[in-house]
Protein backbone atom coordinates (compact mmCIF):
# COMPACT_ATOMS: atom_id res chain seq x y z
CA UNK A 1 0.00 0.00 0.00
CA UNK A 2 1.53 3.42 -1.52
CA UNK A 3 1.37 6.14 1.22
CA UNK A 4 1.45 9.72 0.67
CA UNK A 5 1.27 13.19 3.02
CA UNK A 6 1.17 15.32 0.15
CA UNK A 7 -2.12 17.25 0.22
CA UNK A 8 -1.64 17.17 -3.92
CA UNK A 9 -2.16 13.66 -4.04
CA UNK A 10 -4.41 12.67 -0.75
CA UNK A 11 -3.64 11.05 1.95
CA UNK A 12 -3.50 7.76 0.38
CA UNK A 13 -3.09 5.87 -2.55
CA UNK A 14 -5.44 2.87 -2.36
CA UNK A 15 -4.12 0.85 -5.03
CA UNK A 16 -2.55 -2.85 -3.86
CA UNK A 17 0.71 -2.84 -4.41
CA UNK A 18 0.77 -6.35 -2.99
CA UNK A 19 2.54 -5.75 0.24
CA UNK A 20 1.26 -4.40 3.47
CA UNK A 21 4.37 -1.24 4.59
CA UNK A 22 2.53 -0.69 7.80
CA UNK A 23 2.53 -2.75 11.03
CA UNK A 24 0.45 -3.56 13.91
CA UNK A 25 2.49 -4.98 16.68
CA UNK A 26 4.50 -6.87 13.97
CA UNK A 27 1.14 -8.11 12.08
CA UNK A 28 -0.28 -6.48 8.95
CA UNK A 29 -2.51 -3.83 9.03
CA UNK A 30 -5.57 -3.80 7.46
CA UNK A 31 -6.40 -1.80 4.88
CA UNK A 32 -9.71 -0.14 6.53
CA UNK A 33 -7.66 0.66 9.76
CA UNK A 34 -4.75 2.40 7.56
CA UNK A 35 -7.84 4.12 5.91
CA UNK A 36 -9.52 5.61 8.51
CA UNK A 37 -6.03 6.33 10.18
CA UNK A 38 -4.84 8.73 7.91
CA UNK A 39 -8.23 10.00 6.92
CA UNK A 40 -8.23 11.51 10.79
CA UNK A 41 -4.72 12.38 11.02
CA UNK A 42 -4.32 14.15 7.97
CA UNK A 43 -7.96 15.70 8.44
CA UNK A 44 -9.43 18.10 5.17
CA UNK A 45 -10.96 20.41 7.55
CA UNK A 46 -7.02 21.68 8.93
CA UNK A 47 -6.39 21.90 5.27
CA UNK A 48 -9.74 23.86 4.57
CA UNK A 49 -8.51 26.06 7.41
CA UNK A 50 -4.86 26.65 6.27
CA UNK A 51 -7.11 27.47 2.56
CA UNK A 52 -9.13 29.85 3.84
CA UNK A 53 -9.51 30.45 8.01
CA UNK A 54 -12.26 32.32 7.44
CA UNK A 55 -14.10 29.09 5.62
CA UNK A 56 -14.22 26.98 9.19
CA UNK A 57 -15.92 28.25 12.23
CA UNK A 58 -16.44 25.25 14.61
CA UNK A 59 -12.73 23.74 14.24
CA UNK A 60 -10.51 27.05 13.98
CA UNK A 61 -10.19 27.90 18.05
CA UNK A 62 -8.70 23.93 18.18
CA UNK A 63 -6.87 24.52 15.08
CA UNK A 64 -5.34 27.71 16.25
CA UNK A 65 -4.57 26.63 19.57
CA UNK A 66 -0.93 25.16 18.02
CA UNK A 67 -0.13 28.48 16.65
CA UNK A 68 1.19 27.16 13.87
CA UNK A 69 1.56 28.87 10.15
CA UNK A 70 1.94 25.57 7.94
CA UNK A 71 0.51 22.56 7.87
CA UNK A 72 3.54 20.78 7.74
CA UNK A 73 4.74 21.79 11.16
CA UNK A 74 1.46 21.36 13.52
CA UNK A 75 1.25 18.35 15.29
CA UNK A 76 -1.40 16.07 13.42
CA UNK A 77 -4.55 15.09 15.27
CA UNK A 78 -4.10 11.36 16.71
CA UNK A 79 -6.51 8.83 15.61
CA UNK A 80 -6.29 6.34 18.20
CA UNK A 81 -3.31 4.49 19.92
CA UNK A 82 -3.00 0.39 20.35
CA UNK A 83 -4.44 -2.49 18.40
CA UNK A 84 -8.27 -1.02 18.08
CA UNK A 85 -9.36 -3.55 15.88
CA UNK A 86 -8.62 -6.48 18.26
CA UNK A 87 -8.33 -4.48 21.84
CA UNK A 88 -11.04 -5.84 24.26
CA UNK A 89 -11.90 -2.55 25.79
CA UNK A 90 -11.37 0.68 24.79
CA UNK A 91 -10.72 4.25 26.56
CA UNK A 92 -12.58 6.97 25.00
CA UNK A 93 -11.39 11.28 26.30
CA UNK A 94 -12.13 14.62 24.94
CA UNK A 95 -9.02 15.18 23.18
CA UNK A 96 -5.23 14.56 23.27
CA UNK A 97 -3.00 17.34 24.68
CA UNK A 98 0.01 19.40 23.06
CA UNK A 99 3.11 17.62 23.90
CA UNK A 100 6.45 17.64 22.49
CA UNK A 101 5.52 15.05 19.42
CA UNK A 102 8.51 16.24 16.87
CA UNK A 103 7.70 12.57 15.04
CA UNK A 104 4.20 13.79 14.56
CA UNK A 105 3.73 16.34 12.38
CA UNK A 106 2.56 17.21 8.94
CA UNK A 107 5.63 16.93 7.25
CA UNK A 108 6.41 13.61 9.48
CA UNK A 109 6.82 10.69 6.86
CA UNK A 110 3.00 8.61 7.26
CA UNK A 111 4.83 5.20 8.19
CA UNK A 112 6.27 7.23 11.38
CA UNK A 113 3.01 8.92 12.21
CA UNK A 114 1.58 5.52 12.27
CA UNK A 115 3.82 3.80 14.37
CA UNK A 116 4.69 6.39 17.12
CA UNK A 117 0.43 6.17 17.49
CA UNK A 118 -0.73 2.49 16.93
CA UNK A 119 2.49 0.68 17.90
CA UNK A 120 3.14 3.59 20.85
CA UNK A 121 3.44 0.56 23.54
CA UNK A 122 4.71 -1.93 21.61
CA UNK A 123 8.52 -2.88 21.41
CA UNK A 124 10.91 -0.13 23.68
CA UNK A 125 10.96 2.26 20.63
CA UNK A 126 8.19 4.79 21.77
CA UNK A 127 7.16 3.59 25.63
CA UNK A 128 8.52 1.90 28.49
CA UNK A 129 5.53 -0.39 30.26
CA UNK A 130 3.11 1.53 28.88
CA UNK A 131 3.51 4.49 30.93
CA UNK A 132 7.05 6.00 30.28
CA UNK A 133 7.55 8.04 27.03
CA UNK A 134 10.97 7.34 25.37
CA UNK A 135 13.21 10.54 24.54
CA UNK A 136 15.34 10.89 21.21
CA UNK A 137 18.39 8.71 21.68
CA UNK A 138 16.70 5.74 23.37
CA UNK A 139 16.21 6.70 27.44
CA UNK A 140 13.41 6.45 29.12
CA UNK A 141 11.74 9.64 30.94
CA UNK A 142 11.95 9.83 34.43
CA UNK A 143 8.22 10.53 35.08
CA UNK A 144 5.26 8.68 33.81
CA UNK A 145 2.39 9.72 31.44
CA UNK A 146 -0.57 10.62 34.42
CA UNK A 147 -2.72 9.41 31.78
CA UNK A 148 -1.54 6.39 30.40
CA UNK A 149 -0.73 4.93 34.27
CA UNK A 150 -4.81 5.82 34.58
CA UNK A 151 -6.42 3.83 31.66
CA UNK A 152 -3.47 0.72 32.20
CA UNK A 153 -4.40 0.96 36.41
CA UNK A 154 -8.32 0.98 35.00
CA UNK A 155 -7.82 -1.92 32.47
CA UNK A 156 -5.92 -4.37 35.01
CA UNK A 157 -9.15 -3.49 37.64
CA UNK A 158 -11.68 -4.73 34.72
CA UNK A 159 -9.73 -7.79 33.65
CA UNK A 160 -8.59 -8.86 36.65
CA UNK A 161 -4.69 -9.35 35.49
CA UNK A 162 -2.21 -7.43 34.30
CA UNK A 163 -3.23 -5.41 31.40
CA UNK A 164 -1.28 -5.02 28.11
CA UNK A 165 -0.93 -1.98 27.26
CA UNK A 166 -1.98 -1.99 23.58
CA UNK A 167 -3.23 -5.32 23.21
CA UNK A 168 -6.10 -5.29 25.91
CA UNK A 169 -6.74 -2.09 25.36
CA UNK A 170 -6.84 1.07 22.86
CA UNK A 171 -7.31 4.43 23.30
CA UNK A 172 -8.96 7.54 21.46
CA UNK A 173 -10.80 10.68 21.93
CA UNK A 174 -14.44 12.27 20.56
CA UNK A 175 -12.21 15.30 19.48
CA UNK A 176 -8.66 14.02 17.41
CA UNK A 177 -7.02 17.70 17.25
CA UNK A 178 -4.49 18.69 20.33
CA UNK A 179 -4.97 21.83 22.36
CA UNK A 180 -4.12 22.95 25.98
CA UNK A 181 -6.88 22.59 28.80
CA UNK A 182 -9.83 21.57 26.39
CA UNK A 183 -9.37 25.04 24.21
CA UNK A 184 -11.92 24.73 21.37
CA UNK A 185 -13.00 21.23 22.11
CA UNK A 186 -16.95 22.13 23.33
CA UNK A 187 -17.16 23.83 19.47
CA UNK A 188 -15.04 20.60 17.61
CA UNK A 189 -17.04 17.82 18.88
CA UNK A 190 -19.91 18.25 16.85
CA UNK A 191 -18.09 18.26 13.55
CA UNK A 192 -15.13 15.49 14.95
CA UNK A 193 -17.86 13.37 16.26
CA UNK A 194 -19.87 13.43 13.41
CA UNK A 195 -17.02 12.81 10.99
CA UNK A 196 -15.26 10.14 12.89
CA UNK A 197 -16.69 8.89 15.67
CA UNK A 198 -18.93 6.10 14.46
CA UNK A 199 -16.34 4.83 12.08
CA UNK A 200 -13.66 4.52 14.53
CA UNK A 201 -16.09 2.13 16.75
CA UNK A 202 -16.78 0.25 13.57
CA UNK A 203 -12.97 -0.29 13.78
CA UNK A 204 -13.25 -1.30 17.43
CA UNK A 205 -13.56 -4.98 18.37
CA UNK A 206 -14.15 -3.54 22.05
CA UNK A 207 -16.60 -5.51 24.17
CA UNK A 208 -16.15 -2.63 27.06
CA UNK A 209 -15.70 1.04 26.20
CA UNK A 210 -14.59 3.53 29.35
CA UNK A 211 -15.89 7.40 28.44
CA UNK A 212 -13.62 9.58 30.53
CA UNK A 213 -14.72 12.79 31.30
CA UNK A 214 -18.04 14.84 30.89
CA UNK A 215 -16.80 16.06 26.95
CA UNK A 216 -16.67 12.63 25.74
CA UNK A 217 -19.79 11.32 28.17
CA UNK A 218 -21.79 14.40 26.89
CA UNK A 219 -20.99 13.56 22.82
CA UNK A 220 -21.84 9.82 23.76
CA UNK A 221 -25.20 10.41 25.46
CA UNK A 222 -26.02 13.22 22.18
CA UNK A 223 -25.03 11.22 19.19
CA UNK A 224 -26.24 7.68 20.80
CA UNK A 225 -29.10 8.76 23.21
CA UNK A 226 -27.50 7.35 25.89
CA UNK A 227 -27.89 7.85 29.31
CA UNK A 228 -25.38 10.74 30.79
CA UNK A 229 -25.30 9.22 33.89
CA UNK A 230 -22.05 7.68 35.59
CA UNK A 231 -21.17 4.36 36.03
CA UNK A 232 -22.47 1.13 33.97
CA UNK A 233 -24.82 1.04 30.86
CA UNK A 234 -25.44 -1.83 28.72
CA UNK A 235 -25.47 -3.77 27.09
CA UNK A 236 -25.94 -1.55 23.99
CA UNK A 237 -25.30 -1.55 20.09
CA UNK A 238 -22.48 0.66 18.85
CA UNK A 239 -21.41 0.70 15.62
CA UNK A 240 -23.07 -3.08 15.38
CA UNK A 241 -21.52 -4.67 18.18
CA UNK A 242 -22.40 -5.45 21.86
CA UNK A 243 -20.78 -3.55 24.60
CA UNK A 244 -20.78 -2.51 27.82
CA UNK A 245 -20.32 1.35 28.43
CA UNK A 246 -18.48 2.58 31.49
CA UNK A 247 -19.03 6.53 32.57
CA UNK A 248 -15.88 7.87 34.29
CA UNK A 249 -14.46 11.00 35.15
CA UNK A 250 -11.59 12.27 33.74
CA UNK A 251 -8.71 11.71 34.93
CA UNK A 252 -7.47 15.09 35.62
CA UNK A 253 -10.96 15.49 37.15
CA UNK A 254 -11.00 16.73 40.62
CA UNK A 255 -13.08 14.14 42.19
CA UNK A 256 -12.66 10.44 42.56
CA UNK A 257 -11.89 8.71 40.00
CA UNK A 258 -11.54 5.17 41.12
CA UNK A 259 -13.50 2.47 39.27
CA UNK A 260 -15.23 1.77 42.96
CA UNK A 261 -16.03 4.80 43.41
CA UNK A 262 -18.99 4.55 40.08
CA UNK A 263 -19.12 0.40 39.79
CA UNK A 264 -19.97 -1.92 42.62
CA UNK A 265 -17.69 -4.90 43.44
CA UNK A 266 -21.00 -6.84 41.49
CA UNK A 267 -20.72 -4.73 38.54
CA UNK A 268 -17.15 -5.32 38.24
CA UNK A 269 -17.32 -8.83 37.90
CA UNK A 270 -19.80 -9.16 35.38
CA UNK A 271 -17.69 -6.30 33.25
CA UNK A 272 -14.84 -9.15 33.94
CA UNK A 273 -17.24 -12.01 32.72
CA UNK A 274 -18.70 -10.09 29.58
CA UNK A 275 -14.75 -9.45 28.83
CA UNK A 276 -13.62 -12.90 29.19
CA UNK A 277 -16.52 -14.09 27.27
CA UNK A 278 -15.23 -13.58 23.74
CA UNK A 279 -11.97 -11.70 22.37
CA UNK A 280 -13.76 -9.19 20.22
CA UNK A 281 -17.21 -7.76 20.05
CA UNK A 282 -19.05 -9.49 17.52
CA UNK A 283 -21.19 -8.28 14.58
CA UNK A 284 -24.76 -7.77 15.39
CA UNK A 285 -27.29 -7.09 12.11
CA UNK A 286 -30.61 -5.98 12.20
CA UNK A 287 -30.38 -3.64 14.79
CA UNK A 288 -30.25 -0.17 15.72
CA UNK A 289 -27.01 1.83 17.95
CA UNK A 290 -28.03 1.82 21.56
CA UNK A 291 -31.12 -0.33 21.57
CA UNK A 292 -30.34 -3.62 22.94
CA UNK A 293 -30.04 -3.54 26.78
CA UNK A 294 -30.20 0.27 27.90
CA UNK A 295 -28.94 1.20 31.19
CA UNK A 296 -27.93 -1.22 33.59
CA UNK A 297 -30.39 -2.27 36.01
CA UNK A 298 -30.73 -5.02 38.56
CA UNK A 299 -29.29 -5.66 42.01
CA UNK A 300 -25.82 -5.27 41.00
CA UNK A 301 -26.56 -1.22 40.03
CA UNK A 302 -25.15 0.99 42.94
Not at 80 to 101: C, H, K, M, Q, T
Not at 256 to 280: D, G, H, M, P, T
Request: hydrophobic share 40%; with cysteine; charged share 20%.
Amino acid sequence: MSLSNDPEQGVLDARDEGKEELLVAGRPATASAVELFFRIAHCPVIDRYFESPQSVTDCSDIIAVQDQHTIRTRQVPEPWRGDIENAPILFVSSNPSIGDDEHALGSSPNEIVWDSHVNLFFGERWTRNGIYPVLPGGKRRNSWVRYWAFVRSHATRLLGRAALPGVDYAVTEVVHCKSKDQIGVAAATLQCVGRYLEDVLALSGSRVICVLGDAARLAFATRFGLPAKMGLTGPVILAQRERLLIFLPHPNARTKRSLEAFLSAQQIVRCRAWLENVSSAPLVTGASDALLGGPSTGSDDK
